[in-house]
Every structure is written in C-alpha cells, then in structure tokens.
Nanobody, 126 residues
C-alpha cells in the first residue's frame, strides 16, 4: 500500500528553522514528483514547493522562495523541506504529496497529485 508519512513539525520561534521529512512506503519515491502543500485555519490550501521526478526541476511559491529548500534522498526514499527564517504566517498543517506523471517539471496545484500524506503541524510563535 502506497503511503506518505510526514514528520518534523513542531513549535518554533520566529526566525527559527525546521526540517520536514516525507518518507514513502510501499513504493519508491524515485521518479515521482513530490510536492509540499500547507493549509492554515480558515485559509485555502497552498502549494509551496515541489520537485520533479527527475530531481532537477524545483518550484517554490513566492511566499517561501529564498527561505525554504526542497531536496530528495532516493536512497532513504525520503524528501525533505528545509524551512529557514520561519514567520508566524508559516503556521499551518503541512502535507506531502506525490505523483508519478511529472518528471521534467512539477506542479504546485493540488489537483495534479494523486497521493497525499496525513500532514504534520508547524507552529511559529514566540
């Protein structure tokens, strides 16, 4: 059974850092496009970062560009989201998504992805 499990969320002060992990089970993440989405209470879900199946293509939402970095470790079957300079407005549930159809690019729209994790909560507060 194909599963995605996020971890690494928690409470951090503004300006701090967290690294989220998305580990796959039941399939190999290699060649899958992986995305990170987030949803804050009362707000629409937002695609914030993605990496194509080939590993070369990445994309970021303007809200996180320059602060977040996505990477993948195929040997560990895991994708990471390094989040630096965190702001209170980054507070949200963060979801990992996957789809095998995008190799040379990756979408930041949620309707492109077939597989979703259950999420991990990130809270940025002093």
């Amino acid at each position: 059974q194909l599963q995605l499990v996020e971890s690494g969320g928690g409470l951090v002060q503004p300006g701090g850092s967290l690294r989220l992990s998305c580990e796959a089970s039941g399939f190999s993440l290699e060649s899958y496009a992986i995305g990170w989405f987030r949803q804050a209470p009362g707000k629409l879900r937002e695609g914030i970062s993605c990496i194509g199946g080939g590993g070369a293509a990445t994309d970021y939402a303007d809200s996180v560009k320059g602060r977040f970095t996505i990477s993948r470790d195929n040997a560990k079957n895991t994708v990471y989201l390094q989040m630096n300079s965190l702001k209170p407005e980054d507070t949200a549930d963060y979801y990992c998504v996957a789809d095998s159809r995008y190799i040379t690019w990756c979408p930041l729209s949620d309707n492109y992805y077939r597989y979703w994790g259950k999420g991990t909560l990130v809270s940025v507060s002093s």
